[in-house]
Nanobody
Framework: VQLQASGGGSVQAGGSLRLSCAAS????????MGWYRQAPGKQRELVAT???????NYADSVKGRFIISRNNADNTAYLQMSSLLPEDTAVYYC????????????????????WGQGTLVTVSS
């Protein structure tokens, strides 16, 4: 199983970015998916999570500015970020709780939480 995060970049304060996270492999389904971020010198923190049924949870610092969504058909999650602030600058990581098979076509007997490689978001003032 692999998670590929993309969409980071550099924007000015007030701008927008959309991050994507695609899970691949012998995946049967994904349960919770989420976005986390880690700013320089700080611990990784939760940004937003979404259940398979679409129930969302956000950090207070991003409520009203960020929207998490997902596409269950292709095991992809998105983070639409608007009204970006310099304090949103961080490496953003996605994760997913995955049910998968050891081999193609095999029974989905494996579960695990996987992380993407991170994508850098830089917001300048």
């Amino acid at each position: 199983v692999q998670l590929q995060a993309s969409g980071g970049g550099s924007v000015q304060a007030g701008g927008s970015l959309r991050l994507s996270c695609a899970a691949s492999g012998n995946i049967f389904s994904t349960n919770d998916m989420g976005w986390y971020r880690q700013a320089p010198g700080k611990q990784r923190e939760l940004v937003a999570t979404i259940t398979r049924q679409g129930i969302t949870n956000y950090a207070d610092s991003v409520k009203g500015r960020f929207i998490i969504s997902r596409n269950n058909a292709d095991n992809t999650a998105y983070l639409q970020m608007s009204s970006l602030l310099p304090e949103d600058t961080a490496v953003y990581y996605c994760n997913a709780d995955v049910i998968y098979s050891k081999r193609p076509g095999g029974p989905p007997t494996q579960t695990g939480i996987y992380w993407g490689q991170g994508t850098l978001v830089t917001v300048s003032s």
